[in-house]
């Protein structure tokens, strides 16, 4: 999903906007948030479940919605056999990127639309997809929330298989969203927009040209062509072509995500802004 980045910047698309972009890898919400308040970053692309830093005060708004359901995310188990069924995960040890992350809070999800509470599992904060694997096949945790590229290399490599599809689970949901912090809102507003016109031209680049895209995203994701070509028939159907946040669903996010005080204390101004859009 992140891959657009990789696609515009190689494409030579954000350049064609007067931006030299870079990059970042955080390795989960929380600590992404720390680059937004030190100013390390000026816009952002991550899970949705971030609006909670928001509402809490973290400098920034959602600017535009980026992906709908999470159809690039699953719930990934080992392949011997030890977890066969989703209800043989209650208890389970599950690892996630960080605390207050989409993963962990997809994790807590799995667990409630099971019908076991939010502690019907155990998250346990690994760092990154990469952690979670290892944690995964050393016996650590029981089964991590990962991306869908993650699943379906290892069931290629017959180490692991996806369990369970995030995307089916909550076809309603808003995954992802693009941020911008209020330093980059207020001092370089053009650049901002200029960004997500750069983003967006990327994804109408990607839909026409999916071998380009599957060659550029194997390259800097370091995955299989083979691999990335199922991801983005995947991915394409939730990705996002013009950014407009879906009303009914955010209010669904915020259900999802804020707490009854939180919800009661801000208002979708406070959240997410439209007037980067093209």
């Known amino acids: 999903m992140f891959a657009v980045v990789d696609v515009g910047v190689h494409a030579g698309i954000f350049a064609k906007h007067g931006l030299d ?22 816009v952002t692309v991550a899970g949705s479940s971030d609006i909670q830093f928001i509402a809490k005060g973290v400098p920034a708004l959602a600017i535009a919605e980026i992906a709908g359901p999470p159809v690039d995310m699953a719930l990934i188990v080992r392949a011997d056999g030890s977890v066969a069924r989703p209800e043989q995960l209650k208890g389970a040890k599950i690892g996630v990127t960080t605390v207050g992350s989409l993963t962990d809070w997809l994790a807590r999800e799995f667990a409630r639309r099971q019908g076991w509470g939010d502690d019907g599992v155990e998250p346990v904060a690994l760092g990154s997809i990469r952690a979670g694997t290892s944690a995964l096949l050393s016996n650590l945790v029981d089964a991590f929330v990962g ?132």
Not at 25 to 40: T, V, Y
Not at 174 to 199: C, E, N
Request: charged letters at 25%; hydrophobic letters at 40%; glycine letters at 8%.
């Open 147 to 278: 991306s869908t590229e993650t699943g379906l290399v290892l069931e290629h490599e017959n180490r692991a298989k996806i369990l369970l599809d995030y995307g089916k689970v909550l076809p309603g949901f808003i995954t992802h969203l693009m941020y911008a912090s209020s330093a980059a809102m207020t001092g370089q507003p053009d650049a901002v927009k200029r960004f997500v016109a750069g983003w967006f031209d990327t994804v109408a680049y990607m839909r026409a040209n999916k071998a380009r895209t599957v060659e550029i995203a194997s390259e800097a994701i370091k995955l299989p062509p083979e691999i990335v070509a199922r991801a983005y028939d995947i991915d394409m159907t939730a990705i996002t072509d013009k950014g407009n946040v879906d009303r009914k669903g955010f209010e669904g996010l915020k259900k999802a995500v804020l707490n009854g005080e939180l919800r009661a204390k801000v208002t979708n101004d406070q959240l997410f802004t439209e007037k980067f859009l093209p």
């Open 21 to 42: 972009v870079e990059k970042i890898d955080f390795q989960g919400g929380a600590k992404l948030q720390q680059g937004i308040i030190s100013n390390a970053v000026e």
